[in-house]
């Protein structure tokens, strides 16, 4: 999922993702059609995976994964996948857990195992009305290389925001803030559609929060992206008090979103 766990707004919170049109020639392919704007939001990961991040997972006939070492996401093509979507799936994942945004536990087939369900909110920053001028990063915040992943998957392990792998940086860019030499807060970007990029993985050390730190990295990428005309979207857990903190930068509600855990039986 997209998530904020442990931001510095008072509160520890965890979020999570979403959904186009892919290959149906019955080979795995790593490419595929986009959707539009409504279609990106409500299955982004399919519009991810047949788009800007087709070299970061697999698409097999009606069904998408990342590479297990980016992201558990999977999606289908379809809102009512077939008992052949659902093979093609378990092609691609193996023994493997597995995430499915937009995706309720009655529609699990039996011989999958549900781990977990996560109700979400899926929000959605401002409209922009025209680009804005790329801004520079605020004096402290860096952005963070492959070099950096130990420290992130470290901050990872320590507050949970949500999925984070080895291989997650490259989905986006990830800004971060270090004390001496230690990463305490970090945020990037995750699914990234033709026209929306999802803020992901928000989080602080515990020791560092009520600095407005989260609120300083979430606000940068809001800024960046704004400035090359996207808006972005997150996932947030129904009750984690980090929603205020989204609202109060402009992010809106459009909708409530399953994450259904799963993995093959």
């Known amino acids: 999922m997209s998530g904020a766990s442990g931001t510095d707004n008072g509160a520890a919170s965890s979020t999570a993702p979403d959904i186009g049109t892919a290959s149906d020639t019955g080979t795995a392919s790593r490419s595929g059609?986009?959707?539009s704007t409504a279609s990106e939001l409500d299955n982004p990961v399919w519009a991810a995976l047949t788009g800007p991040q087709s070299a970061l997972g697999t698409v097999r006939d009606g069904a998408a994964l990342f590479d297990a070492d980016v992201s558990p996401f999977a999606?289908?093509?379809d809102a009512s996948p077939t008992s052949a979507d659902w093979a093609s799936l378990r092609s691609l994942a193996g023994t493997e857990v597995i995430a499915l945004p937009g995706v309720g536990p009655d529609a699990i087939p039996a011989d999958w195992e549900?781990?977990?369900h996560i109700p979400c909110h899926q929000m959605i920053s401002r409209p922009v009305p025209s680009p804005l001028s790329p801004q520079p990063a605020p004096l402290g915040i860096v952005r963070l290389t492959p070099g950096d992943v130990p420290s992130m998957?470290?901050?990872v392990a320590r507050t949970e925001p949500g999925p984070f792998r080895a291989r997650t940086i490259e989905t986006g860019r990830y800004l971060g803030i270090r004390d001496a030499d230690s990463l305490i807060a970090?945020?990037?970007?995750?699914?990234?559609?033709p026209s929306w990029t999802e803020l992901s993985a928000v989080c602080t050390d515990p020791a560092h929060r009520g600095r407005g730190l989260a609120r300083a990295l979430v606000q940068t990428l809001l800024t960046d992206n704004e400035a090359a005309g996207r808006r972005m979207f997150l996932h947030v857990r129904i009750g984690n008090p980090a929603a205020s903190l989204y609202e109060s930068l402009g992010f809106t509600t459009r909708r409530t979103f399953d994450f259904t855990i799963i993995r093959p039986r």
């Open 114 to 116: 549900i781990v977990e």
């Open 153 to 155: 998957l470290d901050l």
């Open 186 to 193: 970090m945020s990037g970007e995750r699914l990234r559609t």
């Open 75 to 77: 999606a289908f093509r």
């Open 33 to 35: 059609a986009a959707s």
